[in-house]
């Protein structure tokens, strides 16, 4: 059992520039979530999905969209960069309804230049 | 949406000294409380969760929570602490399909 992973582990990009932010789970997990760390602020919910086809958005959403085609997979895009979204995101999972504790992966430091 | 806050943002301590860390949550009724720990450099981990009965719980690495209904506190405690207790801790509260958790605070303990 790999539990959750995300690729890359450091990624530095230009303002403007598009990326994905990949992240995987093999636990079978319906519950996957993307969560923003930044100095002083904790961690804030970017977006969450509850199954499948089904996703919505957390606290933090601007400037970032996310689908969720397969239970393993919900991968967070970056349509144009910008440096406010210099930060280090984590991606974590569970197991869906009735069990609370989320599982993070080790995340992905991303700067904006 | 549950909420919690967080008092203390930097605390230093020298080793074998006591830990608390405050941690109060938003409103009353059903709610499932987390401490997750960050080390420097690495990902979060769980200390420990609340989610009904004994309201004094014990989590890895020695460290307790005691839950306090009539105080909306969840603070965190530990009796002794390492100097590999340097690390950030976080609360957080379970909210709809995810976590809120608190703005973090940075323990540093001295030799």
């Known amino acids: 059992n790999a539990g959750v992973t995300q690729t890359p582990k450091f990624q530095v990009l230009k303002t403007g520039q598009s990326m994905t932010l990949q992240c995987a789970q093999d636990m079978n997990h319906e519950y996957m979530s993307w969560y923003r760390q930044d100095p002083g602020m904790g961690l804030r919910l970017i977006h969450y999905s509850v199954g499948a086809g089904i996703t919505d958005q957390g606290e933090v959403p601007n400037g970032y969209n996310v689908s969720r085609s397969t239970t393993e997979d919900f991968p967070l895009r970056l349509l144009s960069a910008a440096p406010s979204q210099t930060s280090v995101y984590f991606c974590a999972s569970s197991p869906g309804t009735g069990y609370y504790e989320q599982y993070f992966g080790p995340g992905t430091r991303l700067t904006v230049t | 949406a549950q909420s919690v806050s967080q008092h203390n943002h930097h605390v230093i301590l020298s080793e074998a000294a006591s830990l608390e860390l405050g941690c109060n949550y938003s409103?009353?009724?059903?709610?499932?409380l987390f401490w997750y720990v960050q080390y420097p450099g690495q990902h979060l981990q769980l200390l420990l969760k609340?989610?009904?009965?004994?309201?004094l719980v014990k989590g890895i690495k020695g460290f307790e929570a005691e839950f306090i209904k009539s105080k909306f506190s969840f603070n965190l405690r530990k009796p002794s602490v390492q100097w590999s207790d340097t690390a950030e801790y976080f609360c957080?509260?379970?909210?709809?399909?995810?976590?809120?958790f608190g703005k973090g605070t940075s323990l540093l303990v001295t030799p």
């Open positions: 409103y009353g009724g059903t709610v499932n």
């Open positions: 609340y989610f009904s009965g004994d309201p």
């Open positions: 957080a509260a379970y909210s709809g399909y995810a976590l809120n």
